[in-house]
């Protein structure tokens, strides 16, 4: 039976928010109101003359929407050292960094105390939830996660990934803790320097307590299917470290041998059952919930850019629930998953109003190039001015803007969601892509989405030869007259040369976007190119961004590579070993 103390604080945390989202609006003007109130001496909020004005109308016609290239020269000078109140009105001391993946480099993003708060707040509502339906009773979490290195700004701020400066926080470790659910590895795995020996580590620590295992978890998809790829590579060597007691010698950071050390001790009838499980498994269908037989469910982003993942990880997981993890971003977060029933394909985010003031553009009324390029944050249309989070409509595609207490006034935010539904009076959202990722030539507009769909519906010609697209990526080719798509793919096995140009020819009649179908029946746009790539070239992708700072655990493979990204796109194009060309509009 749960704790009844736990169970307890749970239904307290529901009916928090129940209580938060019957009257959104009233909220909403109440948050808004302590944000303006609390930043009032900042130098950014002065600038647009609220003079003391913290109702939602002043400022939506005083503050202007805006995207991290508007406000990037203020928070260079936050992380040069500059300690006067520039877009907070309390000192921002840490500095959170994007994954980098959309334009190559990290973004830095102020991060606050406040920030952390609604992180922890967010995690606990979803727990409450996810809990109420999956109950977890003093059970471990395998959760792969990693921290990158933090580093000193020139004014000697610490900055890291958004993902660190969380992991790294007391905070999180006793709200882990609170949820029964303490992280099978010690902190040494997870702050580890190298992330290979921390991802061996961490699959190690699980085997250790995998009886004890009752969540299998990362932040992202993408971090769980490469755990579990490279378990089909390294078991043998695990189960000989379990059976011998005695770490691997590819582990070689000092920290962690010594923190392992204190887990790691013979254990030959563990090494057996786990030897017998792989053996008797079926192309490791299902081999998670064969190797944690108390597992309720497997939990991470599974939305947006990683639904590509989702084949695998159910092939991993078998029968066991995929839970979708709530909704944020580096700059802030918005909703958290009340529903974990829903597939991750249905999946939605009721958003939390007291974390932020949220708004919302209309897309059925904003004109598409809006969302091409930051410079397009000065644009107003008329018929296209943002709503506010009671407004939107069941149905209807938004933008979102938010404005957070970490010095963000109604930021672009680049998400383009859905509204799928109400959960009292707050909207649940859907996500749907990203707005600034765009194949786009002329008058073609084609999502991250089209993308993703266009590339299953190709990789299902693959199925007959047993082959499965491993990962993807893609770019706009404008050195070529007319210019065209590229997209670059990386597979499990050779496929032969018959069924890569079918592929070719499937990618580009799945684009179903007229502007693409028009300028392809005109020859305005040209063929489409399939580029097969070396096995491991998206390792190296990952390998690179890696090197920048980012965490595995805020990775995300860049799906459309912008031109800036000049070291992925050498990366693709040094490991090209087929091109092939549509001829679907021949």
Known sequence: MLDKIEQLNQEKVIEEFEELTRDAKRVQREILHKILIENSEAEYLQKWGLNGRTDPETFKSCVPLVT???????????????????????????????????????????????????????????????????????????????????????????????????????????????????????????????????????????????????????????????????????????????REGILSSRVNVPSIRAAMAKLLKPNPAVADLIYKKILGSSNWYGI??????????????????????????????????????????????????????????????????????????????????QGLDESASNIHCSESDPVGLTEVKIGEEYEIIITNFAGLYRYRLGDVVKVIDFHNSTPELQFVCRSNLLLTINIDKNTEKDLQLAVEEAGKLLLKEKIE?????????????????????????????????????????????AGYVSSRKTNTIGALELRVVKRGTFQKILDHFLGLGAAVSQFKTPRCVSPSNTMVSQILCDNVVHRYFSNAFA
């Open 68 to 242: 991290h290239k508007d406000l990037d020269p203020y928070i260079q000078r936050i992380a040069d050292g500059d300690i006067s109140p520039i877009l907070t009105g309390k000192p921002v001391t840490t500095i959170s960094l994007s994954s980098g993946t959309t334009q190559g480099k990290p973004k830095f993003i102020p991060f606050t105390e406040e920030l952390l708060n609604s992180t922890m707040q967010i995690f606990r509502t979803s727990f409450a939830f996810r809990n109420r339906e999956f109950p977890i009773v003093n059970g471990k979490a395998l959760q792969f996660i990693y921290s990158s290195k933090q580093f000193k700004t020139r004014g000697g701020l610490t900055a890291g990934t958004a993902t660190t400066n969380v992991y790294r926080s007391s905070q999180f470790k006793n709200t882990m803790e609170s949820m029964q659910s303490p992280c099978c590895s010690p902190d040494e795995v997870i702050f580890g320097p190298d992330f290979h020996q921390s991802l061996y580590c961490h699959l190690l620590c699980g085997l250790i307590y995998y009886d004890e295992v009752q969540i299998v978890s990362s932040a992202f998809a993408h971090s769980i299917v490469l755990a579990f790829q490279t378990f089909e590579r390294v078991w043998e060597e695990l189960c000989t470290d379990i």
């Open 288 to 369: 998670i919930p064969e190797l944690f037989p108390n597992a309720k469910y497997i939990y991470g982003i599974l939305t947006g850019s990683m639904e590509p993942y989702l084949k695998k990880l159910r092939h991993y997981a078998g029968q066991l629930p995929l839970l979708s993890a709530d909704y944020g971003s580096s700059e802030g977060w918005i909703g958290a998953n009340v529903n974990p029933r829903l597939p991750p394909e249905q999946a939605t985010f009721a958003v939390l109003p007291d974390i932020g003031y949220f708004e919302f553009i209309p897309l059925r009324e904003m004109t598409r190039d």
């Open 469 to 513: 697209v491993v990962d993807f990526t893609s770019h706009v080719e404008l050195s070529t007259d007319p210019g065209h798509y590229v997209i670059s793919w990386e597979l499990s096995g050779e496929a032969s040369e018959e069924v890569l140009i079918k592929c070719c020819d499937c990618l580009d009649r799945s684009f179903v976007d």
